[in-house]
């Protein structure tokens, strides 16, 4: 699916690259202080719940 082996044959190994996946209906703006530096790049809701009682807050 990703041929992970090509891109290590090009030397490509990710070296300073950081990738975090919070999957807890982490709200866009939340308050929580281990989220205060964070820098959130992309935020997809795939379930188009309108329940707001799971959001991190």
Same mark, same amino acid.
């Given at each position: +699916? +990703?041929?992970?082996?090509?891109?290590?044959?090009?030397?490509?190994?990710? #070296?300073?690259?950081?990738?975090?996946?919070?999957?807890?209906?982490?709200? @866009?703006?939340?308050?929580? @202080?281990?989220?205060?530096?964070?820098?959130?790049?992309?935020?997809?809701?795939?379930? #188009?719940?309108?329940?707001q009682d799971s +959001?991190?807050?």
């Amino acid at each position: +699916l +990703l041929e992970a082996e090509k891109i290590w044959s090009m030397n490509i190994c990710g #070296s300073g690259v950081r990738v975090g996946i919070f999957d807890t209906g982490l709200a @866009p703006t939340a308050s929580h @202080p281990h989220f205060q530096r964070a820098r959130i790049q992309e935020r997809t809701d795939w379930t #188009s719940s309108d329940d707001q009682d799971s +959001l991190l807050r």
